[in-house]
């Protein structure tokens, strides 16, 4: 076939719309991503009933305890750059609240071994911190955070 010859018939095989060998590429191209799309699907499935935590309202309770404890905080700063250290023993005690907290947050929502003798320290911790921070209620925050750790040592003693 000359050169003249072949441009007519791409001329004319466009002219007409889709080629052979654009559908044939096409059709290749679904047929692909319709088994690829299939593959995940034939995987073996496994199991997630352990991936959240097993204890979701003890988690909230922690959750919500460390929460208050960074307000609490916050406004013990303030009241520090005012020159006021009255709230110096709250802040103290919420920053060890908040201390244990945390990481009792993290074995609580890994459902770790260890949440039983943690549970220990942390109600503890958080009933001294709620002792302290009711010297203080008269601020909201204060009021707050104590009124957190005494939900958090509630759900602790119905939790573990």
């Given at each position: 076939m000359s050169e003249k010859e072949n441009v007519s018939?791409?001329?004319q095989e466009t002219a007409e719309g889709v080629s052979r060998r654009e559908m044939l590429l096409g059709l290749s191209a679904v047929a692909g991503m319709a088994y690829a799309g299939s593959v995940p699907a034939a995987a073996?499935?496994?199991d997630h009933s352990k991936h959240s935590t097993q204890?979701?309202?003890l988690m909230d309770a922690v959750n919500n305890c460390t929460d208050k404890g960074r307000r609490c905080i916050a406004h013990c700063m303030v009241s520090f750059t005012e020159g006021d250290t009255e709230l110096a023993?709250?802040?103290?005690?919420?920053q060890e609240m908040m201390s244990i907290c945390g990481g009792f947050a993290y074995l609580v929502a890994s459902n770790s071994s260890y949440i039983k003798e943690y549970a220990k320290v942390c109600e503890r911790v958080c009933t001294d911190c709620a002792k302290e921070c009711r010297k203080h209620e008269k601020h909201i925050e204060c009021e707050a955070c104590a009124d957190a750790c005494d939900d958090l040592v509630d759900a602790i003693k119905l939790s573990v």
């Open positions: 018939v791409q001329q073996k499935e496994h204890l979701p309202d023993d709250c802040a103290s005690k919420v």
